[in-house]
T-cell receptor, first 119, second 110 residues
Framework: GAGVSQSPSNKVTEKGKDVELRCDPI?????LYWYRQSLGQGLEFLIY????????KSGLPSDRFSAERTGGSVSTLTIQRTQQEDSAVYLC?????????????????FGPGTRLTVL | GENVEQHPSTLSVQEGDSAVIKCTYS??????FPWYKQELGKGPQLIID?????GEKKDQRIAVTLNKTAKHFSLHITETQPEDSAVYFC?????????FGPGTRLSVLP
């Protein structure tokens, strides 16, 4: 079956513009995560969705960042008034939650990422 | 919160040799420890994982060991091949929170 897909694969924008990044998780996966990866760095957690709700937004770096998820499927990450320090690869991952979520024994599958460059 | 450290940051081995990458975590409540391989321009791919009730898991040339008392876990790759060259990330999970290590760049020299 299809994996996690993200669009666009690359986005170049000018400082101050808004951008919207899209993630299509694996069908049936109820949990969805957004991460940011700067060049040569590890993964920085941004936000997590369980269904359409976001119980953990603690990683969003500023109020310029927001995310939503509708229908328990597609998610969009919006960055308003982009800054050069927002340049990074934005990764989305989905996870099928089965049984008791707090057990945490579920695999997380990543999409290919969106490379954002803010000029 | 959880903190995951990973060593070494870079590792070069000769083809056919073994490679070992080590991670430590701080939160004893973390109970799931996946390892990811990330090739250039791609998203991380899960290669092996281990749960807190298991001490070791093996899948062909890849193995992971977990020491809950010491709060560290390791990735072992035997008989390395050039296609194993990539960045490897460890992670620790508690509840729905994944915390990743900073990554290890592995180069397998032919």
């Amino acid at each position: 079956g299809a994996g996690v897909s993200q669009s666009p694969s690359n986005k170049v924008t000018e400082k101050g513009k808004d951008v919207e990044l899209r993630c299509d998780p694996i069908s049936g996966h109820t949990a969805l995560y957004w991460y940011r990866q700067s060049l040569g760095q590890g993964l920085e957690f941004l936000i997590y969705f369980q269904g359409n709700s976001a119980p953990d937004k603690s990683g969003l770096p500023s109020d310029r960042f927001s995310a939503e998820r509708t229908g328990g499927s597609v998610s969009t990450l919006t960055i308003q008034r982009t800054q050069q320090e927002d340049s990074a690869v934005y990764l989305c991952a989905s996870e099928r939650l089965a049984g008791v979520p707090s057990r945490g024994y579920n695999e997380q599958f990543f999409g290919p990422g969106t490379r954002l460059t803010v000029l | 919160g959880e903190n995951v450290e990973q060593h070494p940051s870079t590792l070069s081995v000769q083809e056919g040799d073994s490679a070992v990458i080590k991670c430590t975590y701080s939160d004893s409540a973390s109970n799931y420890f996946p390892w990811y391989k990330q090739e250039l321009g791609k998203g991380p791919q899960l290669i092996i994982d281990i749960r807190s009730n298991v001490g070791e898991k093996k899948d062909q040339r890849i193995a992971v060991t977990l020491n809950k008392t010491a709060k560290h876990f390791s990735l072992h790759i035997t008989e390395t091949q050039p296609e194993d060259s990539a960045v490897y990330f460890c992670a620790a999970k508690k509840g729905q929170n994944f915390v990743f290590g900073p990554g290890t760049r592995l180069s397998v020299l032919p």
